[in-house]
């Protein structure tokens, strides 16, 4: 079982900032795919990124250029830097993990079915 607290979220203008973190307890997070997803009022969840034990990560179209994810496995945290943030990022942020093999990429990570769940942390961004 896999345990993931995000925290980090908050309130920021057009074009501003914001990093999001996200602590995962439980075995080793080495063999996870861990990613981000968010979901906006009124729509689907949809994947941001994700990123590999081996920290091979991608991200998704909207977000690219903007968005960068990385992973600490010593610390077994996530993080998520959100930069150039436009108003329609405004969405809850969750945290995701599923069992993976070290080396399977972050595109593979980026489309996977993810098992566990942390609570998800708000993100507002004001125009």
């Known amino acids: 079982q896999v345990q993931l607290v995000e925290s980090g979220g908050g309130s920021v203008q057009a074009g501003g900032s914001l990093t999001l973190s996200c602590r995962a307890s439980?075995?080793?997070?080495?063999?996870?795919?861990m990613g981000w997803f968010r979901q906006a009022p009124g729509k689907e969840r949809e994947v941001v990124a994700a990123?590999?034990?081996?920290?091979?990560?991608a991200v998704a179209d909207s977000v690219e250029g903007r968005f960068n994810i990385d992973r600490d496995n010593a610390k077994n945290t996530l993080v998520l830097q959100m930069s150039s943030l436009k108003p329609e990022d405004t969405a809850v942020y969750y945290c995701?993990?599923?069992?993976?093999?070290?080396?399977?990429?972050?595109?593979?990570?980026?489309?996977?079915?993810?098992?566990?769940w942390g609570q998800g942390t708000q993100v507002t961004v004001s125009s």
């Open positions: 995701a993990a599923t069992r993976a093999a070290l080396f399977r990429g972050g595109t593979y990570c980026l489309r996977a079915e993810y098992t566990y």
């Open positions: 439980g075995p080793s997070s080495v063999n996870l795919c």
């Open positions: 990123i590999d034990g081996s920290r091979s990560y």
